[in-house]
Structures are given as C-alpha cells and as structure tokens.
C-alpha cells in the first residue's frame, strides 16, 4: 500500500485496532482466563485495546499473545511501520523508520523492527520444497578498512574468509527463498556436509532434484549411506563453466544474495552474529511475498499468531 491507500484503509485509529483484533480474532474472543468461547466477550467502552469476559468477571487485553501486547504507541503507528517494512525492496533502517513515524527514539524503532523481524521468522517451510531446487552459500561481512591490522583471511573472499556464512535454499518452480546462518558446530567446522544436509532436511521432500556447485561439502549428496532422503544431485563445476544448459546451474540463488549484500552495504551497514538470523529472515520473507498487499496481510496474521 502507498501512503493514500494506508490513510484510505487506516483512517483513525479505532479503525487499526478493530483490524488487528478482527485478525486475531477470526474464531471468535477466547477468554485467556476461563478459557471460554462465547458472546460474553466485549469491548471496554474506555479502552478498545481491552476486553471483558462476563463469565468470569475478568478483562484481559485483546493483544495478548501478540507483538502489540505492552506497546504504549498507536497501533496505526505498528500498521504503518510494518507497511514501510513490506514496501521497502531491501530492508529499512531503524533510523528511517524513526523518521517515517515519528517514534520518540531510536531504540524503540530498533525494537519494533527486531519484533516485526521475529514474526518474519515465524512462517514453517517443512516439506514445503517439491520441486527443482538450488542450494548455495554467501558470505556477510563488511571489508577491513585500511588501518586495522586483519588477517590475510578476513579480508578473503569466498570459502575460507573469517565472515560469516550463510547456506540458502531455492525453489525453480515458486521463486522461494529459504535461508540459514551457518554457524560452527561442537568441532568448530562450518558449512560441513552435514549442515548442508539438515538445510536441505528443513524445507525438501524426498527424492527431489539439486542443483549445487562444486564446493566438496555437497559430496554428502553422493554417498546413498548419509543421502537417506534420496536428493538428486545435479553438479555444475564452476571452475569451468556457470551453466550445463538446459536449466542446470545455480543462478537464481546466485542472484539473491546480491539483494542481501546490497542491504548489509546499503541499509544496514553492519549486523552482528547474534542478529543476523533475523535479519536473514525478512530477507527470505520479502522475495517470498514479493506482492506488498499479500506480504502486509501475511505479516500481520503472524504478528498475532
């Protein structure tokens, strides 16, 4: 939605909180004390954020369970910033969206977005893959500058640098993204076979085609004892040629995290360990909900989920 239609659908913010509520609600009020489903259930003539159960006499909020549940701010405000957050090709900046909103401090802008971020990483991908996929490996960290005294393989590019990984899966057929830091297992080793295994495990059905490169972590596709889901390997040595042709290579992939590395330069700049697995999430939520009106409505039926 551009801002008109934002205005258009949102006008006051009464109108917000009957949406997210609505949303919430689909079934009908569930009592969160007694448990009860019933026509009971109504709205506090003082506060629309709360409501009454008349059968055990209790009010409770309407946004409990939600990313809204102790916000003081206007939840037109959370509609709005979640509408920026869907709009925006390669991610928003806390800074922009404090300007965008008017929200009182940087930390309360980083908050929401980290919130926003969390519902993003919500959505099950099991088994969801049963088609052609492409599987690849990108690197996020920023370059050294001059003055520090880095190592040969931190300023590396590729396999062997000191910056962090980050394996991804691609469906031919949909277009979809799935992706995961990969983080050191119990040995220390990264981007072994078996990590490489598990990601396919969390999102492929069985026996599916994948299409992968020459890195030896994917060898494990090739040993029918470890390969017990049956995944068909299709090899493209890079070293030699980037397509077999006919559809055999691993582009699609390739091209998506160029998005990814052009928000970590553009936007945000730098992103610790510990957070970049949220904010690989939202990266794999914007190309999977590329339509802004679907990614709006999906965002906020998992920001109440």
Not at 59 to 70: D, M, P, Q, R, Y
Not at 130 to 146: H, M, N, Q, S
Not at 236 to 248: A, E, I, P, Q
Request: glycine content about 8%.
């Amino acid at each position: 939605m551009n801002f008109l239609e934002f205005t258009k659908r949102f006008p006051t913010e009464e109108d917000a909180i009957d949406f997210i509520v609505a949303t919430k609600y689909k079934g009908g009020y569930i009592c969160p004390n007694c448990g009860c489903v019933h026509k009971g259930i109504y709205h506090q003539n003082y506060d629309k954020r709360k409501l009454y159960c008349n059968n055990c006499k209790s009010e409770f909020s309407a946004l409990v369970g939600t990313i809204f549940e102790n916000t003081h701010l206007d939840l037109r405000v959370w509609l709005y910033a979640i509408n920026l957050v869907v709009l925006s090709k390669k991610g928003i900046s806390a800074l922009q969206l404090q300007r965008e909103t008017g929200i009182g401090s940087y930390r309360s802008a980083w908050r929401m977005l980290h919130q926003i971020r969390s519902c993003m990483g919500k959505e099950s991908y099991k088994d969801t893959f049963d088609a052609l996929v492409e599987i690849d490996e990108t690197y996020v960290g920023g370059k050294p500058r001059k003055d520090n005294h880095h190592t040969s393989s931190s300023s590396k590019r590729g396999r062997g640098t000191d910056k962090i990984p980050v394996v991804g899966v691609k469906e031919r057929s949909t277009g979809k993204i799935y992706a995961e830091v990969a983080l050191p297992d119990e040995s220390g080793k990264q981007l072994t076979g078996e990590q490489l295994m598990k990601v396919l495990d969390s999102v492929c059905k069985e026996g599916i085609t994948v299409m992968t490169d020459q890195f030896s972590g994917y060898n494990i596709l090739d040993d029918a004892a470890k390969n017990v889901r049956k995944y068909a390997r299709v090899k493209v040595d890079h070293s030699t040629v980037f397509s077999l042709g006919s559809g055999k290579h691993t582009n699609g992939i390739e091209g998506c995290w160029s998005i990814l590395k052009r928000a970590v330069f553009g936007i945000y700049h730098h992103i610790s360990v510990k957070h970049l697995q949220k904010y690989v999430n939202e990266f794999c939520f914007r190309l999977n909900y590329r339509d802004c009106n679907e990614a709006f409505d999906k965002l906020i039926n998992l920001s109440v989920a």
